[in-house]
């Protein structure tokens, strides 16, 4: 069952069987970890989920984590291209830290991009609560990359973020 979010935006029929998969897991509650090689279909598998969880909760928010500023600029342009062609009307806000961050927030976006380090300096800003408090996803994008002195960083990072949402409900 793909829910009307798919149906505007995504094909079942043209998924492939780790697509659907992933979709039913994400869809269950699940968490996951999708492993495929490159450019074998991995955005596909969690956006159509991604969408069908903001239709049916029109309060929810998710945030996406990309390694570089480059990626997560470039997956942003996929998730407008899939909000445009599915018919949805998210807000979509990149954020990339700094001065725009009030501005960032004040469109109120029910899905944020970013990187490691700009969720670092984010998370203290009080402007950020309001999202938090109604994140239903977060995605960890390129999750080979978080290994080393990085993936330390990232993981306690993580845990300082879901620690805050869960303060903050």
């Keep these: 069952n793909w829910s009307s979010a798919v149906a505007k935006g995504f094909e079942y029929r043209d998924a492939y069987s780790h697509q659907v998969s992933a979709f039913e897991a994400l869809e269950r509650g699940q968490n996951l970890i999708l492993t495929t090689p490159t450019a074998s279909g991995k955005t596909g598998a969690f956006f159509p989920a991604l969408f069908a969880a903001l239709e049916r909760d029109p309060h929810a928010t998710a945030l996406l984590v990309y390694p570089l500023v480059a ?36 469109q109120n976006p029910r899905i944020i991009t970013t990187t490691p380090d700009k969720l670092h300096w984010s ?16 995605v960890l994008d390129e999750a080979h990359t978080y290994r080393g002195g990085f993936g330390s960083e990232v993981s306690g990072l993580l845990r300082r973020l879901f620690a805050l949402c869960s303060s903050l409900s």
């Design 123 to 138: 998370l203290g800003l009080n402007t950020l609560h309001p999202f938090l408090e109604r994140l239903k996803m977060v």
């Design 71 to 106: 990626l997560a600029q470039d997956q942003r342009g996929k998730l407008l291209e899939f909000n445009r062609l599915g018919g949805f009307n998210f807000p979509i806000a990149a954020f990339e830290g700094g001065v725009e961050a009030r501005a960032t927030f004040a």
